[in-house]
C-alpha cells in the first residue's frame, strides 16, 4: 500500500480550514486541532514548516492565529506536499539515478516514473480552493464519460 503521511494529512486539513476563512479571518491552532482532532503539537510544527514555505502567515497575540498567505485558488497541493514531505518518489529509483545496480535493465523502474507523473500531475492540478469546494473532477469519470459506446 502506498501510504499518504499523516504530516501531509494534517497539513491539508489545517489548511482547508483556513481556507474557508481566507481572507478575513485569523483561524489559531488550538481551534484547528480541536475541530480536526489533531495534537495541538504536531499541528504547531506542521504550522511552522507551511510558515516557513510561505503559504501561511502567522499573527502573534492573544487573538492571533494563521491565514493563508495566498487566495485557496492560487495554493496546489503539490507545493504542500513538497513543503511538508520533500519530494514525493513512489519508490528511490523513480526520482534519482544511480541508486540501484539494475535500474538500466529493471522493467518496473518506467511505470514507478510513470506512477510517480502521475501523482505530482493530480497534486499539480489540485488547489486549496477545489478540495475545498470538492470541485475535482475523477479520471476515471472522465475516461469513462468520453469512452462510453454511443447508444444509438
Known amino acids: 500500500m502506498i501510504k499518504i503521511s499523516t504530516r501531509f494529512r494534517y ?24 475541530t480536526q482532532q489533531i495534537s495541538p503539537k504536531y499541528l504547531e510544527q506542521i504550522m511552522a514548516q507551511l510558515k516557513s514555505g510561505n503559504i501561511v502567515k502567522s499573527h502573534p497575540g492573544i487573538n492571533g492565529g494563521y ?8 495554493i496546489n497541493l503539490l507545493d504542500v506536499a513538497n513543503i ?32 510517480n507523473h ?9 488547489t486549496l480552493d ?8 475523477l479520471e476515471t469519470e472522465a475516461k469513462s464519460t468520453q469512452s462510453a459506446p454511443s447508444s444509438d
Open 11 to 34: 497539513g491539508l486539513r489545517a489548511l482547508l480550514a483556513l481556507a474557508k476563512a481566507y481572507p478575513d479571518q485569523l483561524v489559531s491552532v488550538n481551534q484547528i486541532a480541536r
Open 67 to 74: 491565514r493563508l498567505l495566498h487566495p485557496p485558488s492560487k
Open 84 to 115: 511538508l514531505e520533500g519530494e514525493l518518489a513512489v519508490t528511490e529509483c523513480a526520482k534519482a539515478t544511480n541508486i540501484c545496480q539494475n535500474e538500466d535493465l529493471c522493467p518496473a523502474r518506467k511505470l514507478w516514473q510513470n506512477l
Open 118 to 126: 502521475a501523482i505530482e500531475g493530480v497534486l499539480t492540478a489540485t
Open 130 to 137: 477545489q478540495l475545498s469546494s470538492a470541485d475535482i473532477p
